[in-house]
């Protein structure tokens, strides 16, 4: 079965450290797709950074970086320097070939609070 | 980036009272929309799957006459709650995406329906 899995309910961080959310997950397909999306207060998702299952290298997306490990099967997102703003809800996901409509398989949730 | 557009933000109304809900992917054409619903603090549930020009592909639990969805074009799906009561009272949101595993979903802004 396919899922993702987010064990972190809330994390704190001091603005202008780096923070670590953890996401593993678990497909049998061989192609597939993580995301990692931030949802502000405000409510919109916002798209923050892509892996694909077979890039070699980590994804970054400016102060976001992706800790891929296909062999453990984690994607966690590591944010660095944080920012008052990153305060959000953030979920990773995972997109499979076979999903009907490449549809998105959501974790769980991490609330990160930063800390002035 | 890819922006799509979803109206209304916010929603009062009586019970039994149907409210539609249109998510327009303003500068891509997609060929799949997704219809979520989000209760405060959680992870968001799919409630359906939209083909442009075809029937709406529902997910286990969600009631089909309760929900109906249209995708008359590459680039509008309406979501109608009919005959909506209090416990419809949810935040729902859509997005869309094109075609391939690499394709992220590009969400709205997101709807706060409030039913009285």
């Known amino acids: 079965a396919q899922k993702i899995t987010q064990t972190q309910p809330g994390m704190f961080v001091q603005e202008k450290e780096a923070v670590t959310l953890d996401c593993t997950y678990d497909t049998s397909d061989q192609s597939y797709g993580l995301f990692w999306y931030k949802q502000p207060s405000s409510g919109e998702m916002i798209f923050l950074i892509y892996?694909?299952?077979?890039?070699?290298q980590n994804a970054t997306e400016g102060r976001y970086s992706l800790n891929f490990q296909k062999a453990r099967k984690s994607a966690n997102l590591v944010i660095s320097a944080s920012q008052l703003g990153d305060s959000a809800m953030y979920f990773c996901a995972m997109r499979n070939p076979g999903n009907q409509g490449g549809k998105l398989i959501f974790g769980q949730g991490t609330e990160l609070s930063v800390k002035p | 980036g890819a922006v799509v557009s979803q109206h209304p933000s916010w929603v009062i109304c009586k019970s039994g009272t149907s409210v539609k809900i249109e998510c327009r992917s303003l500068?891509?054409?997609?060929?799949?929309m997704f219809w979520y619903r989000q209760f405060p603090k959680q992870s968001l549930m799919l409630m359906a799957t939209?083909?442009?020009?075809?029937?709406?592909?529902?997910e286990q639990g969600v009631e089909k006459d309760k929900f109906l969805i249209n995708h008359a074009s590459l680039t509008l799906s309406t979501l109608t709650v009919t005959s909506a009561h209090p416990e419809d009272s949810s935040f729902y949101i859509c997005?869309?995406?094109?075609?391939?595993?690499?394709?992220?979903?590009?969400f709205g802004d997101g709807t706060r329906l409030s039913i009285l």
């Open positions: 997005s869309a995406t094109g075609r391939g595993v690499a394709q992220p979903q590009h």
């Open positions: 500068d891509f054409q997609a060929t799949t």
């Open positions: 892996q694909g299952s077979y890039d070699e």
């Open positions: 939209s083909n442009e020009g075809s029937k709406a592909t529902y």
